[in-house]
């Protein structure tokens, strides 16, 4: 049996799954954009203001008229790339080169993925619009419904996995709304409040408490981390599934992602160097996270854990 790997790119080891349970949720609110050339120019929708209706036109005279038209900006997609290294040693240990391969893979593609969730995580919690109070939350959330009410598409409450966990845990021992989520997330007979003490049913609890269509958990060590640390956010996303809406949705942004081949995006590689006497896996992806409606996204803080 060889303990060395093959020297090609490994188009099968891209499909492997990453960072499991929750995965990456950034690209579920900055979609995938492929395009076939590192830079260019993109147009694409913005909000245009709502104004009064004309009355008391003139016979003959034409309507007043608010031109509508798209905006242009340049995206510039970067190399993102890491390297794992595994020596025939340890592929004897790992039980194998196969399973040496994916564990290479997988740790080189989770680092891309989670700088490119970092990028994103920048964008959906770059701000702050309100501060976190349980007690009126669901006011506060309708002001930021209605503050988004321009922007088509779903909407969805994005932070990390640590901050809905004290979401949750600050509506249920709050006064007179604790008991309303309580019953939410739990029902009424032993069966659903068995149910109900999973993480599952406390995002799903939340989504219905607070009229959001789907709530996200993010990666503590992404979405919690710095600047990103006790923020929530409620976004507008685009679930039209179509790389190209921005030309005609005013959507939040796209992840422009090179892609030279026809492929996902990835560029997954693997190195039997008998020189060196060690086997690299590389992992690599072009990307531009773009902004493109900034306001599509409203954003709370100060969610103590």
Known sequence: MSYYTQTDARPELATIEVNPPEGYIGTKLMPVTPVAEKAGSV?????????????????????????????????????VIDRAAVTPDEVKQMGGIDKADQIGARWAMRQVLALREGLIADVILGTKDATFDPAKLRTDVQT?????????????????SMVLNAMVQSIASTAVIGDAFARIVTGVNAAEAAMGLSFEAWKRGLAMFLGVDDVLAGDDAVWNAGTRAEKFSIVKVDNSNDPLSHKYIPVLGKCFTFIPDGGNGWEVQSVGDRTLLNNFYDAKLWIDVKTLNAAAVYTFDGVAS
């Open 43 to 79: 147009a694409y929708a913005t909000v245009t203001a709502d104004s009064t209706a004309q009355t008391g036109r003139a016979a003959g005279a034409a309507p007043n008229a608010t031109q509508i038209a798209n905006s242009v900006k340049t995206w510039s997609c970067s190399e």
């Open 144 to 160: 930021a419904r209605q503050a988004l009410r321009l922007y088509p598409g779903r909407t969805v409450l994005a932070a990390s």
